[in-house]
């Protein structure tokens, strides 16, 4: 299958039939929106932490040093990790044309993860974080998920060297790699003993690996799926969406030490992040430009759908979260918002808005087709989309504000020697952001409720959804233990 066919996967589903569902896939589905769920809630309260604060001063696991990385393990390993395996089991047999393998230990494997990271979460926010950002797991609990994040990393890789379908659309390419980037981002992550300016390097490569290639492949993986399917169009380019791959795999690990610019690592780790930002930037471009051109004359159709408006507010999210951050990589700009809450204004952008938005596109076009109902309320799920687009943008906006002004101000006061950018003059300024974390606390309830609405959908459709003709894969051919 070329990737310019106007069908991604109609030649494996023409040799399929089945007369059961798709278990793995739909389990897994559920319990990524349940995570997701949590995880913005964990969110929201972080936020609303550093508003204000004193409130919950008495709860120690409230702090805020346990909500962010709480939260941040909820969106990124959590919904993002489970998500992923939903996905693979998805997609991967109806674009190589094989059956998935051991569909119930597949299954198994992924309600484990699930449980296993809900649990480091717990501990993390009664116990504290015991890594590096992002890989803040306790050593019980590290090596299981490694070992759980490997189950799919073999039976997408397994269904691949089985492959029916001639040549490969870019959708496999991205599967395949959010699902071995995953593991081997965790496992460096649990790297113990670095010393030096290891520890630094580590943060940052498990840190901006994880927020930026891992946790957004999966979903950029199906927004070119999900954009055929549900446009009946080929998609514009299948030589710009590889480009568009490569660039993210081959520079994103390299632009890790942006958000640490004119910090301990050697300078010329500066200079190729600095370099290798714009690669993020291309990577995102070419998402956009691909997505935009195959709608391309037919925008009336597209705004009709609720999937590609869901595709489309994500895609979007992304793309300018990701300029945004490519441009952090020039020293210049790093002078102002290095070190800010720009950019946890970011990464607010891409785990609460971008990602979940194009995931969420992906379970409501996947969810109705194996679970033999439509979608149920479309238009609660078009307001939860409203409410998140406008409750996320905001949140983020505020952040990237409040640290596009502390820059200037840090720099102002250098510059003219009013104030030290230390002690009492630290505080000053930090206190002057304190609206528009007031701002991004009160938006980000809003983007709560928004995703609580999509949620409410996905789940419903399993009991209130009219019934429909379900998309089934079991292959023809004689089974290898026949």
């Known amino acids: 299958m070329t990737q310019d066919d106007s069908s991604t996967d109609q030649g494996s589903l023409d040799r399929f039939r089945s007369d059961r569902r798709e278990r793995a896939a739909s389990g897994l589905m559920a319990v990524a929106c349940l995570l997701l769920l949590a995880g913005a809630g964990l969110l929201v309260l972080m936020l609303i932490k550093l508003a204000i604060p004193t409130l919950f001063a008495d709860s120690e696991f409230l702090a805020y040093g346990r909500l962010r990385p709480a939260a941040m393990l909820m969106l990124v390993y959590g919904f993002g990790g489970t998500l992923t395996q939903a996905m693979s089991y998805y997609l991967t047999p109806r674009l190589v044309g094989a059956r ?68 490969a659309f870019v959708s496999v390419l991205y599967l395949m790699g959010a699902v071995w980037w995953y593991p081997a981002l965790h496992i460096t992550g649990s790297i113990p003993g670095l010393v030096g300016v290891g520890p630094f390097l580590q943060t940052g490569l498990v840190a901006g690996g994880m927020l930026w290639l891992a946790f957004p492949a999966a979903a950029l993986g199906g927004a ?10 080929p998609l514009f380019s299948g030589p710009l969406a590889r480009a568009g791959f490569w660039t ?111 995931g969420i596109a992906f379970i409501f076009h996947a969810f109705p087709r194996i679970t033999g109902r439509d979608l149920a309320g479309q238009e609660t799920a078009g307001r939860g989309l409203r409410l998140l687009t406008w409750g996320g943008g905001i949140t983020a906006a ?53 995703i609580a609405l999509m949620v409410w959908t996905a789940m419903g459709t399993y009991v209130s959804g009219t019934a429909r003709p379900v998309e089934m894969l079991v292959p023809v051919e004689p089974r290898d233990d026949e």
Do not use: C
């Not at 070119?224 to 169009?233: G, I, L, P, T």
């Not at 290798?276 to 391309?296: K, P």
């Open 398 to 450: 505020a952040f990237l504000i409040a640290g596009l002004v502390s820059g200037i101000t840090w720099n102002w006061a250098s510059a003219s020697g009013s104030r030290l950018n230390a002690g009492a003059g630290f505080s000053e300024t930090f206190a002057e952001m304190g609206l528009m974390f007031t701002v991004g606390a009160l938006a980000s309830v809003v983007a709560l409720v928004g």
């Open 224 to 233: 070119y799926y999900v954009v055929v399917k549900e446009s009946d169009r």
């Open 248 to 358: 993210l795999a081959g520079t994103a690990l390299l632009a890790t030490p942006t958000r640490f610019l004119g910090g301990p690592a050697p300078d010329w780790t500066e200079t190729v992040a600095a370099a290798a930002a714009m690669g993020l930037v291309i990577a995102a471009l070419a998402v956009l430009t691909n997505l935009g051109q195959t709608l391309s004359g037919d925008w009336e159709t597209a705004r009709r759908n609720l999937v590609i408006r869901y595709l489309m507010v994500g895609a979007t999210a992304y793309t300018v979260v990701t300029v945004l951050t490519g441009l952090s990589g020039f020293r210049s700009v790093a002078a102002v918002v290095g070190l800010t809450t720009w950019h946890e204004g970011l990464m607010i952008g891409s785990a609460l808005v971008a990602v979940p938005t194009l």
């Open 100 to 167: 998935m393998p051991y569909e119930r230990a597949a299954l198994l494997g992924g309600i484990g993860y699930a449980g296993l990271v809900a649990l480091g979460v717990l501990v993390v926010l009664f116990r504290g974080p015991s890594g590096p950002e992002l890989a803040e797991f306790p050593p019980l609990i590290e090596w299981p998920v490694a070992a759980l994040l490997l189950l799919p990393a073999f039976m997408v890789s397994s269904m691949v060297r089985r492959r029916t379908e001639p040549g």
